[in-house]
T-cell receptor
Framework: GENVEQHPSTLSVQEGDSAVIKCTYSDSASNYFPWYKQELGKRPQLIIDIRSNVGEKKDQRIAVTLNKTAKHFSLHITETQPEDSAVYFCAASIRFDGGSQGNLIFGKGTKLSVKP | KAGVTQTPRYLIKTRGQQVTLSCSPISGHRSVSWYQQTPGQGLQFLFEYFSETQRNKGNFPGRFSGRQFSNSRSEMNVSTLELGDSALYLC???????????????FGAGSRLTVL
């Protein structure tokens, strides 16, 4: 079945450094790739997403890149701050019968720790 | 605009019992998805409902079931509870369609189930 693999599972960086999280997906029909941030004890929140007709998207200190050929997408966080510490999940859409995209399959998460 | 509401937030059950969890989506959202979150396993897809119909189902045993009402509220039920069912159960709603806004999931705060 469809699968999303996420690496690394844990990542520790110094404040101000960059952090990169990588994901691969298996369903070539996937066309939507969101990233969610989940702080301790809170619900996952969408931080950025990208669709398959775009190779890169930026929003201030975060960016996502997509390589459709290799079925890879990555989250880049620059100038990390302690408040970036959280678990980050990537996801890829899967297609229902009939062609419409619907559900998301998630990676297992990356616990990012930003040390002051 | 109210967010996704899940009840109850916390509950404790014993093995063999059953449990029903409720999810009220954002007004206007017609799709409700359910995910199980456990440490190390990330977010695992249970099922998704749209217009009172189950559209897709993950790899969970038949003890896990759900339904959706005409007002888009959804319930999930787990029968014959096992210790391994202890988890955070998250529901998410989305405005489903072929527009660019499709597939964006907004999560509820979750229902934390402990099975003793």
């Amino acid at each position: 079945g469809e699968n999303v693999e996420q690496h690394p599972s844990t990542l520790s960086v110094q404040e101000g450094d960059s952090a990169v999280i990588k994901c691969t997906y298996s369903d070539s029909a996937s066309n939507y790739f969101p990233w969610y941030k989940q702080e301790l004890g809170k619900r996952p929140q969408l931080i950025i997403d990208i669709r398959s007709n775009v190779g890169e998207k930026k929003d201030q200190r975060i960016a996502v890149t997509l390589n459709k050929t290799a079925k890879h997408f990555s989250l880049h966080i620059t100038e990390t701050q302690p408040e970036d510490s959280a678990v980050y999940f990537c996801a890829a859409s899967i297609r229902f019968d009939g062609g419409s995209q619907g559900n998301l399959i998630f990676g297992k998460g990356t616990k990012l720790s930003v040390k002051p | 605009k109210a967010g996704v509401t899940q009840t109850p937030r916390y509950l404790i059950k014993t093995r063999g019992q059953q449990v029903t969890l409720s999810c009220s989506p954002i007004s206007g959202h017609r799709s409700v998805s359910w995910y199980q979150q456990t440490p190390g396993q990330g977010l695992q897809f249970l099922f998704e409902y749209f217009s009172e119909t189950q559209r897709n189902k993950g790899n969970f045993p038949g003890r896990f079931s759900g339904r959706q009402f005409s007002n888009s509220r959804s319930e999930m039920n787990v029968s014959t509870l096992e210790l391994g069912d202890s988890a955070l159960y998250l529901c998410a709603s989305s405005l489903v369609g072929l527009s660019s806004g499709a597939n964006v999931l907004t999560f509820g705060a979750g229902s934390r189930l402990t099975v003793l």
